[in-house]
């Protein structure tokens, strides 16, 4: 009932730019305030203000403050996740530059022992090769 008084007030808001949280209120099933007709005619001046805000006014700003709050920490969320994100592809970036660096020196490394096999191999072959021209010889 409350949810259709405000839907009903937000509604009449938008339509004439002027917030009245009266409005509609016997449509939504809410009991009125006679009294207040009542005292109007008899105004006496005072020190308090004229109007209180009212309470659909007040919830609409309290929504507004709550939306704008929820807001700002997602953006911070945001912001933190973005920097958190940032920091771990900087450490994964350096991770994979060693990862690239240790592969090559091993790869190098593998190389540099089969040129020393394939060396090897060459000196015995030159061995046999002489060995085999001074039996012929």
């Known amino acids: ?31 009125t305030d006679d009294k207040k007709e009542k005292e109007e005619g008899e105004k006496m001046e005072t020190d308090e203000p004229a109007k209180k805000p009212d309470d659909a006014a007040v919830e ?29 592809a900087t450490i994964e970036e350096r991770r994979i530059k060693s990862l690239v660096a240790q592969l090559v020196e091993t790869q190098m490394k593998k190389l540099e022992m089969k040129l020393r096999h ?18 012929f010889f």
Do not use: C, P, W, Y
């Open 1 to 31: 009932m409350v949810e259709a008084h405000a839907r009903n007030v937000q509604a009449h808001e938008e339509k004439t730019g002027v917030l009245d949280g009266t409005v509609g209120l016997a449509k939504s099933g809410i009991a």
């Open 60 to 88: 609409h700003a309290a929504k507004v403050a709550v939306s704008e709050n929820v807001q700002a920490a997602a953006a911070a969320a945001l912001a933190a996740a973005a920097v958190k994100a940032k920091h771990l």
């Open 118 to 135: 394939f060396d090897e191999l060459e000196q015995i072959m030159d061995k046999e090769r002489e060995a085999v021209s001074f039996s």
